[in-house]
């Protein structure tokens, strides 16, 4: 079952959020972060996909501060969208928007994790650092995680990356490795939005082998 449910953050400001829920007992809650796109349909057939594995998927609106019911495509027109609306918000309030997901899902007296993409990848960075009471997170292909590597997450994370991704290229790896060496991190033969079959990098044995490692990820950690 699916449906549009409303979040409040901690300031008060109200934001939509797409949840998902399992037809039996959930496994466990997860916060399921945007792309750039906004929580457009790729990201509620990822969050349909995570309920039919057992868990409840909530996708906030992170956009909703600047603009309401972003669900961008994936066209270059698309693409600059997406970027300036990021900017727009910035990641320190997209973070306390996160937390109102993490708390919405914590007040069922589940065990939360979270999976994020693109910049949602970078945000599941900053919610292990800056969130109470995650118990996993898996950031795929997170742009910005090399420029937060200072900070120490709270909770086992999983990273994973493409290896002909030219926006995060292997120094970003090497950093990341450098600052947190017992942290996994997976490289696959595949580029930016690996995981997305909306994209033309769209590689799906990469993002088989991705999913699969995030699930065995979250059953160890997130159930």
């Known amino acids: 079952m699916s449906e549009t449910t409303t979040l409040t953050a901690e300031d008060g400001h109200r934001l ?17 972060v945007q792309e750039i796109f906004g929580v457009n349909f790729h990201i509620k057939k990822v969050c349909d996909g995570f309920a039919a594995d057992g868990y409840v998927a909530l996708a906030p609106a992170l956009f909703d501060r600047v603009e309401r019911d972003v669900e961008l495509g994936y066209s270059p027109a698309d693409i600059e969208r997406g970027r300036e609306l990021r900017g727009k918000v910035g990641w320190d309030q997209m973070v306390v928007d996160l937390r109102a997901a993490v708390h919405a899902l914590q007040g069922e007296k589940l065990k939360v994790g979270v999976v994020g993409y693109c910049m949602g990848g970078s945000l599941t960075w900053l919610a292990a650092t800056r969130i109470e009471g995650i118990a996993a997170a898996v950031s795929y292909y997170g742009g910005a995680v090399a420029d937060f590597a200072s900070e120490r997450p709270r909770c086992p994370v999983l990273l994973h990356f493409g290896d002909t991704d030219a926006s995060i290229p292997k120094e970003h790896w090497d950093r990341i490795a450098a600052a947190h060496p017992k942290i996994p991190m997976h490289i696959y033969p595949a580029g930016h939005g690996f995981n997305c079959d909306a994209r033309a990098s769209y590689h799906e044995p990469s993002a088989r082998l991705a999913r699969q490692r995030t699930l065995d990820f979250l059953r160890e950690h997130a159930t």
């Open 16 to 32: 939509a959020a797409y949840r998902a829920t399992p037809s039996g007992k959930p496994k466990g809650g997860l916060v399921v």
